[in-house]
């Protein structure tokens, strides 16, 4: 769980797309949720323990998303989202820490490879009779794959201590501090991603090539997060009436510097933000309706300020500053959930919640009149007159759904749900800079005015969580109104946003299967047996817009799939090939124009372990990690357009303009872990 795309690789219906290697700003996507951002900061709620990483107004930065801080990884998709606080298409990813009690021990993990990347793990975990406590710190940098892409580093620490009160009440407290640092190599065209995908582009350069000034610009992003955060659970026990109670109750704060430094037509964007969550929720299990039953009540709500400031990409360097706005954003939502079950095969679920938010945009530059504009061939400043940019909007919206589900097997269940999902804007989609190029900065800044969106997803589904044989197949239906679109610029820089002109249809199919294959080949006998066992996930996505063309819309694979082949020996072997398959083409723009290839990788990883297990004492192991071993020329994502243009001057076209993200080429990585 090296990296976000590594962690969530296997988990049916979510989609991540790398760009540029590692942690950086990696694309994450459940049901086509966001993606169209750029990068990608919506449609999702990430959170850590049960706290969103989240800002107040829904935005986030996928690059301080660190899996090795987690346990493990808990998918919410869409609808099934409403107990974590997700309300959007998507739903939530919560990556929950290790405890003292779950993790006892130390362990240090070192890992190195090519693109002299290198990295490093270390926690401890220790429980008493009632404290314990869990501390950790990851580093990470590397050079990248790619032409100035180095300077890649990433620095995380984590602490967590649990103390019981009694045997019905605990409290935890929980840290965090992250430093993200990385440069920025960005698109290239079909023809420069074929000739050499290490290369960046340099600039309006006919009749080769029509995007950023990579050198020149120098484009970086760094980004550090301070967070703290509590939670009390009080649990009442089994009454005589079978009845039991818990409430929990949790606040963090969360504080952000993020500097993003864009080409020039962009300039750079630096944002400082403090954020405040809090919530509240009672759980009562017992009998309910002539059945047994769940109700669960909650509130929650994130409060935020955001100062924002943009300044003239200077040849690298920050420059004058042409733009100032205090930000308020507020998300209140409350909640309440029934579960009845009837009987031992039939359960039914109905819940409904419902969403405040306020998005706040004050102006505190003090002459709007007067915005710098850098012109890069003249090294000189021109300046360009707007309005204030000033925004007050509140967005109001319910959350029904109902679910049912049917046990038709022991550990074979049949479910089918409808759920409404209401997301509103975010500061990112409401207000950004535009009309600039690559050698000249923006021209226009001005706040858009836009709708929240909103849809109703029908799914069904089957799993079976037993046997030989195991599974998890959906099929869902989403009809989404204003869905919220962000399409690059020409150039590449941040774009703009705004609600589809008409309605948009999101469905497709996420399956996993897990089939054990084969038993004792080479080993059998009075210890346990080698294993053989083909693991895959595929994921069908159908987004397009519900018109007689229907065009699809730009930004998800139409097909994917991720297999894996492991091959487990009790001697603490294991061998595992893994495939990832994209058959088919994939629209760039929503016009449907420009397209990402398909392709196909291979990679390969072997385990061997020393000791009683994975995290126990004496425990030691060695891995070797190969990724793209065909060393396949590919683009992982791609800039997603309404229309790539025919831009003059000629004989530029559309082909020539920068839209595809390279993947990493041939890479290996090699590492020992050792727990005591």
Same mark, same amino acid.
């Given at each position: 769980m090296a990296t976000v795309a590594s962690a969530l690789e296997d988990e049916p219906g979510v989609v991540v797309q790398e760009f540029f290697g590692g942690n950086d700003q990696p694309r994450i996507s459940i049901r086509g $949720?966001?993606?169209?951002?750029?990068?990608?900061?919506?449609?999702? @709620?990430?959170? !850590? +323990?049960?706290?969103?990483? &989240?800002?107040?107004?829904?935005?986030?930065?996928?690059?301080?998303?660190?899996? /090795? %801080?987690? /346990?493990? $990884?808990?998918?919410?998709r869409g609808g099934n989202a409403l107990g974590p606080g997700g309300a959007t298409l998507g739903g939530a990813i919560d990556f929950v820490a290790p405890t003292g009690r779950s993790a006892d021990g130390s362990q240090l993990k070192l890992t190195g490879g090519s693109y002299r990347t290198a990295s490093g793990h270390a926690q401890y975990g220790w429980a008493g009779a009632n404290t314990d406590v869990f501390v950790m710190g990851t580093g990470h940098r590397h050079d990248g794959f790619r032409q100035t892409n180095d300077e890649g580093e990433r620095l995380t620490g984590h602490a967590n201590v649990g103390?019981?009160?009694?045997?019905?009440?605990?409290?935890?407290?929980?840290?965090?501090?992250?430093? @993200?640092?990385? +440069?920025?190599?960005?698109?290239?065209n079909k023809q420069q991603l074929d000739a050499d995908p290490t290369a960046v582009s340099r600039g309006v350069t006919p009749p080769r090539s029509l995007g950023p000034n990579v050198p020149l610009d120098r484009p970086r992003r760094e980004t550090e997060l301070y967070r703290a955060a509590t939670r009390t659970t009080w649990r009442t026990g089994a009454s005589a009436s079978g009845h039991e109670v818990s409430v929990r109750a949790g606040a963090a704060y969360q504080y952000v510097e993020d500097d993003f430094r864009f080409p020039v037509g962009t300039g750079v964007r630096s944002t400082r933000s403090h954020d405040v969550t809090l919530n509240l929720d009672a759980r009562r299990a017992g009998a309910v309706l002539g059945g047994e039953g769940t109700s669960v009540l909650g509130v929650s709500a994130t409060l935020g300020d955001m100062d924002r400031g943009y300044f003239a990409n200077e040849r690298g360097r920050k420059g004058r500053r042409f733009a100032d706005n205090e930000m308020q954003a507020s998300t209140v939502r409350a909640f309440a959930r029934q579960r009845v079950q009837f009987g031992t095969r039939l359960a039914a679920t109905a819940s409904i919640s419902g969403i405040l938010a306020r998005r706040e945009i004050d102006e505190a530059l003090s002459s709007t009149s007067q915005r710098a504009r850098y012109v890069a061939p003249k090294d000189k400043y021109v300046s360009f007159a707007s309005s204030p940019a000033t925004l007050d909007e509140t967005y109001r919206g319910l959350r029904p759904a109902i679910g049912l589900q049917y046990a038709a097997a022991p550990a074979l269940d049949l479910f089918a749900g409808v759920t409404r999902s209401y997301e509103p804007p975010t500061f990112n989609t409401l207000l950004s800079p535009s009309g600039g190029n690559p050698k000249k900065g923006p021209g226009q800044f001005q706040p858009r005015v836009l709708d929240a969106q909103s849809g109703t997803t029908v799914e069904v589904g089957t799993r079976r969580t037993r046997g030989r044989l195991q599974w998890d197949v959906v099929a869902y239906r989403t009809w989404l109104k204003n869905e919220l679109l962000t399409t690059a610029a020409l150039f590449g820089g941040a774009g703009s946003t705004s609600n589809a002109p008409v309605r948009t249809i999101h469905q497709g199919l996420e399956t996993h299967v897990d089939l054990r294959l084969l038993d004792g080949m080479l080993a059998d006998g009075s210890g346990a047996p080698d294993q053989l066992a083909l693991e895959a996930t595929y994921n069908l996505n159908d987004?397009?817009?519900?018109?007689?063309?229907?065009?699809?819309?730009?930004?998800?694979?139409? !097909?994917?799939? !991720?297999?894996?082949?492991?091959?487990? !020996?009790?001697?603490?072997?294991?061998?595992?090939?893994?495939?990832?398959? %994209?058959?088919? /083409?994939?629209?760039?723009?929503?016009?449907? #124009?420009?397209?990402?290839?398909?392709?196909?990788? @291979?990679?390969?990883?072997?385990?061997?372990?020393?000791?009683?297990?994975?995290?126990?004492?004496?425990? @030691?192991?060695?891995?070797?990690? $190969?990724? &793209?071993?065909?060393?396949?020329?590919?683009?992982?994502?791609?800039?997603? /357009?309404?229309?790539?243009?025919?831009?003059? =001057? $000629?004989?530029?076209?559309?082909?020539?303009? #920068?839209?595809?993200? =390279?993947?990493?080429?041939?890479t290996l990585q090699i590492g020992v872990t050792v727990g005591w």
């Open positions: $949720a966001g993606l169209q951002s750029n990068p990608q900061s919506r449609g999702l @709620l990430l959170m !850590h +323990n049960g706290f969103p990483l &989240n800002f107040a107004d829904g935005s986030f930065v996928t690059g301080l998303v660190e899996p /090795r %801080m987690a /346990r493990h $990884a808990e998918v919410y103390y019981r009160w009694d045997d019905n009440l605990e409290t935890r407290v929980y840290g965090t501090v992250a430093t @993200l640092g990385f +440069n920025i190599p960005g698109p290239l987004f397009y817009f519900d018109t007689d063309a229907r065009n699809q819309l730009a930004g998800v694979p139409r !097909h994917r799939l !991720h297999a894996q082949l492991t091959y487990d !020996h009790p001697v603490g072997l294991s061998v595992t090939p893994d495939l990832t398959w %994209m058959p088919q /083409r994939t629209p760039t723009d929503h016009a449907n #124009t420009i397209y990402q290839s398909p392709y196909a990788l @291979l990679g390969a990883r072997a385990h061997y372990t020393v000791g009683p297990g994975w995290l126990d004492a004496g425990q @030691l192991a060695v891995f070797v990690e $190969a990724e &793209n071993l065909t060393g396949t020329t590919y683009a992982s994502s791609y800039l997603v /357009r309404d229309q790539v243009p025919n831009p003059p =001057p $000629a004989p530029l076209t559309s082909a020539d303009v #920068t839209s595809f993200i =390279p993947g990493q080429g041939r």
